[in-house]
């Protein structure tokens, strides 16, 4: 139940499209889901995080849409970048006094010129 | 404002070996957690501590030892180290609260022949 699914494991974007990166969770604890960007040499950074008291949220070029009684939460980075190409991870995390996230597997995008 | 400083950023080691992996943080952050990042693996927590002297296990602590003796330092002990710990370690900090960014450092990556 503490386990985040997150697919695909890899991604292909020509410059100008559109990215999908998807999660799944189990834990119905869970109230609160960041996305973390990763550059290669670097540590993960957040980028954006959602509460379920919203379905969407939208920062820029990139929008979490979150469904919760699917359980589902998903990442799109519209008009796609070659400077996007990194690895990107969902998380999820539920309330107390730890700050604990669990991480999905990470997802590899490229963005091809 | 350095943020996250992990040290060192290399190092190889053979097997049976200790050694101590160092992270500082310069933000007066409460929470700290050392995390492990292996391919198709995501990150996933080994330890964590939510105030000075105090420190926690998390999903996989086996094999490793920590220490937060002051609040600006945590420090990840490899006891005897094993070809299974091969791997990229990341330290992060946060202030307290569930939905707080986790600060990242950059990484050690870590080599036992």
């Known amino acids: 139940q503490q386990q985040v699914k997150q697919s695909p494991q890899s991604l292909i974007v020509q410059k100008g499209g559109i990215s999908i990166i998807n999660c799944a969770y189990e834990n119905t604890a869970f109230d609160y889901f960041p996305w973390y960007q990763q550059f290669p040499g670097k540590g993960p950074a957040l980028l954006i995080a959602i509460r379920p008291d919203v379905s969407e949220k939208k920062e820029g070029r990139f929008t979490i849409s979150f469904n919760k009684s699917a359980k589902q939460f998903s990442l799109h980075i519209m008009d796609s970048q070659p400077g996007d190409s990194a690895t990107y991870f969902c998380a999820a995390g539920r309330p107390g006094n730890t700050g604990k996230l669990i991480f999905g597997q990470g997802t590899t995008l490229q963005v091809k010129p | ?113």
């Open chain 2, 1 to 113: 404002n350095a943020g996250v400083t992990q040290t060192p950023k290399f190092r190889v080691l053979k097997t049976g070996q200790s050694m101590t992996l160092l992270c500082a943080q310069d933000m007066n952050h409460e929470y700290m957690y050392w995390y492990r990042q292996d391919p198709g693996m995501g990150l996933r927590l080994i330890h964590y501590s939510v105030g000075e002297g105090t420190t926690a296990k998390g999903e996989v602590p086996d094999g490793y030892n920590v220490s937060r003796l002051k609040k600006q330092n945590f420090l990840l002990g490899l006891e005897s180290a094993a070809p299974s710990q091969t791997s990229v370690y990341f330290c992060a900090s946060s202030y307290q609260g569930h939905n707080q960014p986790q600060h990242f450092g950059d990484g050690t990556r870590l080599s036992i022949l």
